[in-house]
């Protein structure tokens, strides 16, 4: 940078030979003495060492030289003052650059330096070079750093020492030596000025390290070429890359300055390198918790083994990837892993297969499928050398020796590997499975992961899946889940949306788009809010799919405000070795309040609410179906709820707390309440009133208890005359147990609204 060139500037004052009335013998100011008829100043014009120039005898005691010119001073200019002596009699003098510092109302800025160091001569005829940078920067190697008040200058120098001697002067020179200064102006250092050749081979990780120490608030840049770090770097300072790197799978790379995927894209080539190496480094960076992926889309040509890519198993501290889009590229990587393998299974041991052959090939976080099995079980761990496999849950029916299936699907994020991992977090993140993998893999252990804003696009197999207990307090918020199998009807769909293993999820505004189903659930505490989960079809009469699955009895779960478009409720128990009732809590638990029901195109046997009983002697122990909305377009179907009878049914005689009221029904032929209100009337007098509940008791259950009867109107016997008497009842008689008697002691008859129960309330 030279600004006499750039900006035009006129730095250089007038040489001697031009007239000595341009040069003063004060400050330089308008008005002050030149050296133009002074006895002690002469115009020399063959000197051997300088040509042209003056000699000047020292007569003050500080003999002052100034240009009359005045030379500009400005920000980011830095002027060096140069002028060559030589004694020639007399006195030795001492010389120094000297400049007057003007302001912009033509004042010196006496608060400057305006002298420089000073050079004494020791010998005669030999020519000494002395020489001052001028600038308002007050950095190192700037002899008068003066302020930005200062605008302009009057150069010259100072003869000081003994009066006497004769010294002959050169031309006074300033120039522009900015360029001296370019490297501490520059806000960037270069790591090829510490040691890095960049030239992929050499290791140039001490050289990153080196001008990290050296940036000292600056930028670092990266050249082109290819630059080798064989150790883990850690970078503290902000950096920049126009060349690439390479670095083994295991070494890190962690930027603390920028922690986003456009910097690591950058710095290796692409973004999938960029991708896997920022994920990599979010394990290992304390001072983020958050990968931002800059908006930008991934490419993936294969799944992500977290966990290897990390190196570790386990991990609890709060991590964020966030804003971004990952997208699946097909390739031989995504293909599913298949196994077929025979094992025995014994419910003494309920969550272990023995005696697997081939075991080996078995990968773990494989779907174990076969039958008796349940859905989402996984294998969590194999034993290679005892030929076992451990697996997610109980199966209900798979007692002995048996043939299974084993399937692995393959994720985008797999974080199987991990044997613990709490609080990661997925937020605003898109993954665009295409229909060629599955979303993510859960932990095998761990609790509070999240996913807020994600969308989930046309996965193979799977949303979301748990093997392992790595759901416990899972929060899945705001997500959207859009199946492959749109077109496909829904009684021949495979995906599913998610499945839980653990306890105490919250999947709260979601949409889910034409699955199989949307959530497999075990465990218990879950409470499932506002979202809209539809899984219709084109098919007239269609025969619809289940939307949520719980695995268990006893859930504790609350199912309120939701949309539930085209599919049902199933409650089963099909993760249990021993599925029979053995004194363990029933079915119970379960609150479905304030949900709006819709069916179209259905058969008119189709159910929202369906209980699967995979054993004997279970019954209704604590059920809330309150304040819903059920309503069906284009046929009108029979009832809202059943009982699957597929394996077992209900013990209806030990139902107890079971609340059905304030639903509304439209196009549904039985509508359902509990507590039942009927009024009988009875026109024959008789001394017991059989008064039926009909199809109104939920599930098809049977009349526990008959809580109040209140006569309407005068209870008359056969003759009319008024009777004052009040019966007992009977519930549970007639041949469905739907009924019950009212018995008066005598013959009456007359009206009244009996409410019954299809519960005991506890």
């Given at each position: 940078m030279n600004k006499a060139i750039t900006d035009g500037l006129v730095l250089m004052p007038p040489p001697f030979s031009a007239g000595l009335n341009l040069w003063s013998r004060e400050d330089g100011t308008p008005g002050s003495g030149s050296y133009q008829g002074q006895p002690n100043a002469a115009l020399v014009t063959n000197d051997q060492d300088f040509g042209s120039c003056l000699e000047l005898q020292k007569t003050e005691a500080t003999q002052k030289l100034r240009s009359f010119a005045q030379t500009p001073i400005q920000p980011g200019l830095y002027l060096r003052v140069t002028a060559r002596v030589k004694a020639v009699s007399g006195n030795l003098p001492s010389v120094r650059i000297a400049a007057w510092a003007g302001d912009v109302s033509g004042q010196n800025?006496?608060?400057?330096?305006?002298?420089?160091?000073?050079?004494?001569?020791?010998?005669?005829?030999?020519?000494?070079?002395?020489?001052?940078?001028?600038?308002?920067?007050?950095?190192?190697?700037?002899?008068?750093?003066?302020?930005?008040?200062?605008?302009?200058?009057?150069?010259?120098?100072?003869?000081?020492?003994?009066?006497?001697?004769?010294?002959?002067?050169?031309?006074?020179?300033?120039?522009?030596?900015?360029?001296?200064?370019?490297?501490?102006?520059?806000?960037?250092?270069?790591?090829?000025?510490?040691?890095?050749?960049?030239?992929?081979?050499?290791?140039?990780?001490?050289?990153?390290?080196?001008?990290?120490?050296?940036?000292?608030?600056?930028?670092?840049?990266?050249?082109?070429?290819?630059?080798?770090?064989?150790?883990?770097?850690?970078?503290?300072?902000?950096?920049?890359?126009?060349?690439?790197?390479?670095?083994?799978?295991?070494?890190?790379?962690?930027?603390?300055?920028?922690?986003?995927?456009?910097?690591?894209?950058?710095?290796?080539?692409?973004?999938?390198?960029?991708?896997?190496?920022?994920?990599?480094?979010?394990?290992?960076?304390?001072?983020?918790?958050?990968?931002?992926?800059?908006?930008?889309?991934?490419?993936?040509?294969?799944?992500?083994?977290?966990?290897?890519?990390?190196?570790?198993?386990?991990f609890s501290s709060r991590r964020v990837v966030r804003n971004g889009s990952l997208n699946a590229v097909a390739g031989p990587a995504w293909t599913t892993e298949e196994v077929t393998s025979v094992a025995t299974y014994s419910a003494a041991a309920n969550t272990t297969l023995t005696g697997v052959a081939n075991v080996a090939n078995i990968p773990v976080g494989?779907?174990?499928?076969?039958?008796?099995?349940?859905?989402?079980?996984?294998?969590?761990?194999?034993?290679?050398?005892?030929?076992?496999?451990?697996?997610?849950?109980?199966?209900?029916?798979?007692?002995?020796?048996?043939?299974?299936?084993?399937?692995?699907?393959?994720?985008?994020?797999?974080?199987?590997?991990?044997?613990?991992?709490?609080?990661?977090?997925?937020?605003?993140?898109?993954?665009?499975?295409?229909?060629?993998?599955?979303?993510?893999?859960?932990?095998?252990?761990?609790?509070?992961?999240?996913?807020?804003s994600c969308t989930f696009n046309r996965p193979l197999d799977r949303g979301i899946s748990s093997a392992g207990t790595g759901c416990q307090g899972m929060f899945v918020d705001m997500c959207q889940f859009l199946s492959n199998?749109?077109?496909?009807?829904?009684?021949?769909?495979?995906?599913?949306?998610?499945?839980?293993?653990?306890?105490?999820?919250?999947?709260?505004?979601?949409?889910?788009?034409r699955f199989a189903h949307f959530a497999i659930m075990?465990?218990?505490?879950?409470?499932?809010?506002?979202?809209?989960?539809?899984?219709?079809?084109?098919?007239?009469?269609?025969?619809?799919?289940?939307?949520?699955?719980?695995?268990?009895?006893?859930?504790?779960?609350?199912?309120?405000?939701?949309?539930?478009?085209?599919?049902?409720?199933?409650?089963?128990?099909?993760?249990?070795?021993?599925?029979?009732?053995?004194?363990?809590?029933?079915?119970?638990?379960?609150?479905?309040?304030?949900?709006?029901?819709?069916?179209?195109?259905?058969?008119?046997?189709?159910?929202?609410?369906?209980?699967?009983?995979?054993?004997?002697?279970?019954?209704?122990s604590g059920f809330t179906l309150s304040a819903n909305s059920f309503r069906s377009f284009g046929v009108v179907i029979d009832r809202v709820e059943m009982v699957d009878t597929s394996f077992a049914t209900l013990d209806f005689t030990r139902s107890r707390n079971v609340r059905v009221e304030g639903n509304s029904f439209n196009n549904v032929t039985q509508w359902i309440i509990n507590p039942v209100q009927v009024t009988h009337t009875q026109n024959t007098a008789a001394e017991t009133w059989n008064v039926s509940a009909g199809g109104f008791v939920p599930f098809g259950g049977r009349i526990r208890q008959v809580q109040a009867v209140a006569p309407e109107g005068i209870i008359t016997n056969a003759s009319n005359a008024a009777r004052y008497v009040f019966p007992y009842a009977v519930p549970g008689t007639g041949a469905g147990g739907n009924e019950a008697q009212l018995r008066w002691g005598e013959a009456v008859k007359g009206k009244a609204l009996v409410t019954m129960r299809m519960d005991v309330p506890a």
């Open positions: 800025v006496a608060t400057v330096p305006q002298t420089g160091p000073a050079v004494t001569l020791t010998a005669y005829g030999q020519v000494v070079t002395v020489s001052a940078i001028i600038s308002p920067a007050n950095r190192t190697g700037v002899d008068l750093p003066w302020s930005l008040q200062t605008v302009y200058a009057h150069v010259g120098l100072d003869l000081t020492g003994a009066n006497g001697g004769v010294v002959r002067i050169d031309d006074i020179e300033v120039e522009d030596v900015t360029n001296i200064f370019i490297r501490k102006l520059m806000d960037w250092v270069d790591v090829r000025d510490f040691g890095a050749l960049g030239d992929g081979t050499t290791n140039d990780a001490p050289a990153f390290l080196a001008a990290d120490a050296a940036a000292q608030g600056r930028e670092i840049l990266v050249p082109s070429g290819v630059f080798r770090l064989n150790s883990d770097v850690t970078i503290n300072s902000r950096i920049r890359f126009e060349g690439t790197l390479s670095m083994p799978a295991n070494r890190k790379l962690t930027l603390t300055r920028n922690f986003d995927l456009d910097t690591y894209g950058q710095a290796f080539g692409s973004e999938l390198e960029g991708f896997k190496r920022a994920l990599q480094a979010l394990f290992f960076f304390t001072d983020y918790v958050t990968l931002d992926l800059s908006g930008r889309r991934v490419e993936l040509t294969e799944p992500i083994d977290v966990a290897a890519l990390a190196g570790i198993t386990s494989a779907l174990v499928i076969g039958t008796g099995v349940g859905r989402e079980v996984y294998v969590t761990a194999k034993n290679v050398g005892a030929g076992t496999l451990t697996i997610s849950q109980p199966l209900y029916g798979a007692v002995g020796t048996r043939t299974y299936t084993f399937r692995r699907f393959k994720y985008m994020l797999d974080f199987s590997g991990f044997e613990l991992l709490s609080r990661f977090e997925l937020e605003d993140i898109e993954f665009n499975c295409q229909g060629i993998g599955s979303g993510v893999m859960l932990p095998m252990s761990g609790s509070t992961q999240r996913f807020m199998e749109q077109s496909v009807p829904a009684v021949d769909r495979t995906t599913i949306a998610m499945n839980v293993q653990a306890n105490d999820t919250k999947l709260r505004n979601n949409r889910i788009v075990n465990g218990t505490g879950h409470l499932i809010h506002a979202n809209h989960f539809f899984q219709g079809d084109n098919t007239t009469a269609g025969v619809r799919r289940a939307g949520l699955v719980f695995t268990q009895t006893n859930v504790s779960t609350v199912v309120t405000g939701n949309y539930i478009d085209n599919c049902f409720i199933e409650w089963g128990k099909e993760h249990d070795s021993a599925p029979e009732e053995n004194g363990e809590f029933s079915f119970g638990g379960l609150n479905i309040v304030g949900n709006v029901f819709i069916s179209s195109s259905t058969s008119t046997a189709f159910r929202w609410i369906v209980i699967k009983p995979y054993g004997p002697g279970h019954f209704l």
